[in-house]
């Protein structure tokens, strides 16, 4: 177990029944959201509506499925509630910003698929041409796995698919539920010129990674192994299978095997709501992986994000040679208000993902892209922070941000031991930024370190506290941590926040950890929000860099 692990297996054991513990409700479909064929004004007007984050004008969404770029132009498909079914919204872009939408491109229409059209993959075939897996609910309410290509080829926009008759390729075999056999992966290719494939599902309540294996992607024969299984696990959804490289941050295409790469195994564990992964071994010729860091065993295992944020999905990016990740954001208000607002659920901002040197856990940041949408810009030469000290970040858009923040500290004899009896965050988490913060800070959101003494090193926990963020308390507002492995005596402790009305996804020491909050202020909207630097601490902390942008509004669907 890699030192990450080792903390969160701590933090855990030390917090669980406290204030930081993940409560999430299960993936609720709202039936009586409906589909809006054009922009509302009192859907857009919204203080909620998000800035820069992808989301369909209106209804619910959930998982990604299957981005990809294809000539040129990047695919952005999701799981869309269209009227009284679940079907894959689809939108287009050159940058992975401004998105165009287009009409759902796969829906119900033959038998394996007549009660929806759940997630799955994109594969990208020799020659370049795209292909779809994904799970069809059949007329039976039975799993099953189908296929999905597109109908013209020299459209790069890839409007309409079609699915030929051989559907469905997979099905549930004797021994698994067929409720639980969903959510295919981008499928690989080995030297032998067979390919792979993985299924989540369940077996009692352990996990199982399915493999399948074709050699024309249309005719697939189950293993006799799994890829992977962990005892009480519970049902894996969305898993993820792709390589790293262990020499560089570039992404690697998914069928590269060979010397200076490793394995992820990522797989969204639905006891829990979370998303988890492994960093481990792959043998193509047994087709076994082993895990070495990480484990899906419990919540202490290594996670993309430590908020909000479920059912992920990755892809090569081979225009500029990088793993992207996309995440669904669902939400912390109650469903009366999800009904109010008519809209639920949407996409964290698409990630650079890649293997840190130490080779323990991935690295992630906001692809550099986003960066088109800064506006005015505020910075800071290094500012000192006097204890129990409050500073006001103006001059930009708080509501609407993107903000990098680095602190130093000298006073680490000074640091306590971890001890189990704190529960409240504002004696755990000292000094950062208040974000989405209302005058007389009656809300805020605030993203904050401590450090604390190990015993034979200095331990940095990152939190994202949102038991202030909002007056109304019908909203979740649980808090999150996470454990940092870095070390503060020679290493910067780093923030950046990306800021969105009802968002705050935030990176700590360079994207070592990454929480994302949603929340929903009554008194923070518009130009009543306001962004703080803070020290509660009982030392000085100096503030060595600040830059602040405000944000401008991505033309989204």
Not at 97 to 106: F, K, R, S
Not at 335 to 359: F, H, M, V
Request: one cysteine or more.
């Amino acid at each position: 177990m890699g030192y990450s692990s080792i903390c969160l297996f701590i933090f855990f054991a030390l917090f669980l029944g406290h204030v930081f513990v993940k409560l999430e409700a299960s993936q609720h479909v709202y039936r009586t959201l409906q589909t809006c064929q054009s922009f509302s004004s009192s859907i857009t007007s919204q203080p909620y509506r998000t800035g820069y984050h992808f989301q369909p004008p209106s209804s619910w969404m959930n998982d990604p499925n299957g981005p990809m770029i294809y000539k040129g132009i990047y695919h952005f498909f999701y799981q869309y509630k269209l009227w009284d079914t679940v079907v894959w919204g689809h939108s287009t872009s050159t940058d992975m910003v401004n998105w165009t939408p287009h009409d759902a491109a796969i829906y119900p229409s033959q038998p394996f698929d007549a009660n929806s059209c759940w997630s799955g993959s994109v594969t990208i075939l020799p020659g370049g041409n795209p292909a779809v897996l994904y799970t069809g609910i059949d007329a039976g309410n039975k799993q099953v796995q189908n296929l999905a290509v597109p109908k013209n080829l020299s459209d790069p926009y890839l409007k309409e698919w079609i699915k030929p008759p051989e559907n469905p390729l997979m099905v549930p075999a004797d021994q698994i539920d067929p409720g639980s056999f969903r959510d295919p992966t981008t499928a690989w290719i080995g030297p032998d010129k067979i390919w792979r494939v993985i299924i989540g599902s369940k077996i009692n309540d352990t996990g199982l990674a399915i493999l399948y294996r074709s050699k024309d992607f249309v005719n697939w024969t189950k293993a006799e192994q799994s890829l992977y299984s962990t005892n009480q696990s519970g049902m894996w959804e969305c898993p993820d299978f792709f390589p790293v490289s262990t020499k560089s941050p570039k992404g690697v295409d998914t069928s590269v095997i060979g010397p200076n790469i490793k394995h992820v195994l990522k797989v969204s564990l639905s006891n829990y709501q979370q998303d988890y992964y492994t960093i481990g071994t792959y043998n193509i010729t047994t087709d076994t992986y082993i895990a070495e860091e990480g484990s899906f065993d419990d919540n202490s295992g290594l996670r993309y994000d430590y908020g909000k944020f479920y059912g992920s999905k990755t892809f090569f990016d081979s225009a500029k040679n990088r793993r992207i990740l996309w995440g669904w954001i669902n939400e912390s208000s109650t469903r009366s208000d999800n009904l109010k607002k008519g809209w639920a659920g949407l996409q964290a901002t698409p990630r650079n993902l890649w293997l840190d040197k130490s080779g323990r856990q991935l690295m992630q940041w906001p692809i550099s892209e986003i960066e088109k949408l800064r506006g005015n810009q505020v910075k800071w030469p290094a500012k000192l922070l006097e204890r129990g000290s409050m500073v006001g970040i103006t001059g930009i858009t708080a509501a609407q941000a993107d903000v990098e923040i680095s602190f130093q500290t000298t006073a680490f004899e000074k640091a306590e031991v971890l001890d189990s009896i704190w529960t409240n965050p504002q004696f755990l988490c000292p000094f950062g930024l208040l974000v989405l913060a209302s005058n007389g800070l009656q809300e805020y959101t605030a993203v904050f370190f401590r450090i604390f003494k190990g015993q034979d090193r200095h331990i940095v926990l990152m939190c994202s506290d949102q038991s202030r963020s909002s007056i109304n308390d019908d909203n979740d507002k649980t808090s999150y941590g996470a454990f940092l492995d870095l070390d503060p005596v020679h290493e910067k402790l780093s923030i950046r926040s990306l800021i969105d009305r009802s968002i705050v996804e935030s990176f700590g020491g360079g994207g070592k950890a990454c929480i994302t909050a949603r929340i929903y202020p009554t008194l923070a909207i518009h130009d009543k929000a306001h962004l703080y630097a803070f020290n509660n601490g009982t030392e000085k902390v100096n503030i060595t860099s600040l830059r602040a942008w405000s944000m401008k509004k991505a033309q989204i669907n």
